[in-house]
């Protein structure tokens, strides 16, 4: 059983950056198809960035240029390097894991294991 568990929320100011990572365990995260996705304040989970075999990576357009998404293989963890934040960044983040292969864009059901997400604030 794969279990996801997400780090580095907090509030920041507009154009500043956050990191987050979610640490994976049950498996390698180097096998694993994985995403970030997040939930601004009621709305649906959109997904903002994945990763596939062989790197392959997806970006939502709007975090095009600002957000990378990685992994960091010593840590079996997924990273969200993210910057120039702005005030729309505002959700939480969830991370999202699979152990087979899925489309880019993927919708949410695509995955099968989440992480309990982490929440980012973004202030004008």
């Known amino acids: 059983q794969v279990q996801l568990v997400e780090s580095g929320g907090g509030s920041v100011q507009a154009e500043g950056s956050l990191t987050l990572s979610c640490a994976v365990s049950?498996?390698?995260?180097?096998?694993?198809?994985m995403a970030w996705y997040r939930q601004p304040p009621g709305n649906e989970r959109q997904v903002v960035a994945q990763i596939n075999g062989y790197d392959t990576t997806y970006y939502a357009d709007f975090v095009k240029g600002r957000f990378t998404i990685s992994r960091d293989n010593n840590k079996n963890a997924l990273i969200l390097r993210m910057d120039n934040l702005k005030p729309g960044d505002t959700a939480s983040y969830y991370c999202a894991a699979n152990p087979m292969w899925v489309p880019q864009p993927a919708a949410v059901s695509e995955y099968k294991y989440w992480g309990q997400g982490t929440q980012v604030t973004v202030s004008s």
């Open positions: 049950g498996d390698r995260a180097s096998s694993l198809y």
